[in-house]
């Protein structure tokens, strides 16, 4: 079946089709035969053929949405098991477990945690995306649970985990508009639970007690029509459900097997038992390979920071240095006296610096030119990080009237600059700083004490 190519006769050449989203049938036509796209975002096509094509080309991993508007995440759609080949889809999310059977306290102490421990960094907000509830036993506590969570302001996305289908039922009635994941779904159950989110189209999660099973009982739901799914690959070990997490995968994108093409869920909080170290360590291993939900007993600032930052690494292109924007970032409370500092706009170089300056407690004026977001060598070897570069962001960049000091420091490892930064800026006094980030707050001190 030929695409029409009514699209290319109206593009240029950098131009996409607003339809399909690419420059040419072509290029179209390629993601499709990878599985990247459907072909049912071309709309010249006929309907029979959209059907015929459709199965055939579908993308081997479904993109499962979860959620609703501010709290809106896609998992799953990974066309790839290793970074290195291609920047992974959509990152992880992690989820904090709330049950009817925990003390009240304890569950307003966890709210609280998820509101406070939230951070941005590099653009990026980290925070919890997911409350998973769970029904242990009291009904009506479960669904008072569900009440307070709904009205405590959180804004995060739900996971329903019960697999008594009567209380599902109940309970998808007070989050059903929130788009939620009905998690739950067993050998026994399937068919009542399927019953339960078909007609709103909500997210089924499954569970089994080994791989085949799982493999068998997806068979089975996809029989009934229904193929928005979240596997759960858990075991009662680490390793057996390390195991199966990989062979999904596996078996999915290596094996071409669409069956186990899904997002998953992960109880790290169970395979824990209790110990937040370990939910630290089990969490960094699932965020690589290959969990989309990870549910934790608490977000608590112990867990927050490693997890977020593992996650970030992980789910971002390798090739395009992670970049803080271009400004000024007043460090320590800096004020009309406080000296300015220079470094590259690279994240890791950024982060490093500020938290030596942060580490010294002496107020700094930092100020990030645009230096194409490498470290300062190679910045400086690609003609980005110059005295033209470092004296433009100084004027450009409001510093001056931020503070009266006229002392720049630059990095140690570009003190070849330093002549050519007098000519520049020739009211300031250019002061050569560390080549390593670590000698900061000694030399800080050492500044302040002149
Ligand atoms: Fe071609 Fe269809 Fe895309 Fe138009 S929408 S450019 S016809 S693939």
Redesign the pocket.
């Known amino acids: 079946m030929a ?6 006769f109206k ?1 240029t050449p950098k131009k996409n ?1 607003k ?2 989203g ?1 420059p ?2 072509l290029a ?2 390629m993601k499709v035969a990878s599985g990247a796209v459907e072909i049912s ?5 006929s309907k029979e053929s959209v059907e015929k094509l459709a199965e055939a080309t579908a993308p081997l991993m479904k993109t499962i949405t979860l959620g609703k508007g501010d709290t809106e995440y896609k998992l799953g759609g990974e066309t790839v098991l290793f970074r290195h080949e291609k920047t992974l889809v959509n990152r992880n999310r992690f989820a904090v477990l709330l049950s009817d059977d925990i003390e009240g306290s304890q569950i307003d102490a966890k709210i609280q945690h998820i509101k406070d421990v939230q951070y941005v960094r590099i653009g990026e907000d980290m925070k919890t995306e997911f409350v998973a509830l769970k029904y242990v036993s009291n009904k009506d506590k479960y669904l008072e649970l569900i009440k307070k969570v709904k009205s405590s302001g959180l804004k995060v996305g739900y996971i329903l985990v019960c697999e008594d289908a009567a209380v599902m039922k109940e309970a998808l009635q007070l989050v059903k508009d929130e788009n939620p994941l009905a998690y739950g779904a067993n050998k026994d159950n399937f068919k009542e639970m399927v019953d339960l989110v078909k007609q709103d189209n909500i997210a089924l999660g499954v569970k089994a007690e080994n791989l085949e099973e799982l493999y068998n009982l997806v068979e089975e739901i996809q029989k009934l029509g229904y193929k928005n799914l979240v596997l759960d690959p858990g075991s009662k070990s680490v390793k057996q459900t390390f195991e199966n997490a990989v062979q999904i995968r596996r078996i999915n994108l290596q094996g071409q097997d669409r069956v186990f093409g899904y997002p998953s869920i992960l109880f790290l909080n169970e395979l824990a038992n209790g110990d937040k170290f370990q939910e630290v360590t089990l969490s960094t291993l699932f965020t690589m390979k290959y969990g989309s939900i990870l549910v934790l007993s608490d977000m608590d600032y112990v867990r927050a920071l490693p997890l977020y930052g593992i996650r970030q690494n992980i789910f971002t292109d390798p090739q395009k240095p992670m970049r803080v924007e271009v400004g000024v970032y007043g460090i320590n409370n800096p004020d009309d006296n406080s000296p300015v500092m220079c470094t590259v706009d690279f994240a890791l170089t950024y982060f490093i610096v500020s938290g030596e300056i942060e580490r010294s407690k002496m107020p700094v004026w930092m100020v990030i030119p645009d230096a194409g977001g490498y470290s300062v060598l190679t910045s400086w070897a690609a003609g980005k990080f110059t005295a033209d570069v470092i004296a433009g962001a100084i004027k450009k960049s409001g510093v001056e009237e931020k503070t009266k000091s006229r002392t720049l420091i630059i990095p140690g490892k570009v003190a070849v600059l330093k002549g050519e930064l007098e000519d520049s800026l020739p009211d300031w006094n250019i002061t050569v700083g560390t080549t390593e980030a670590m000698y900061i707050p000694k030399f800080l001190k050492e500044l302040a004490a002149k």
């Open positions: 695409l029409t190519g009514l699209g290319i593009l089709c339809d399909c690419f040419t049938c179209f036509s975002k071309c709309p010249h096509m």
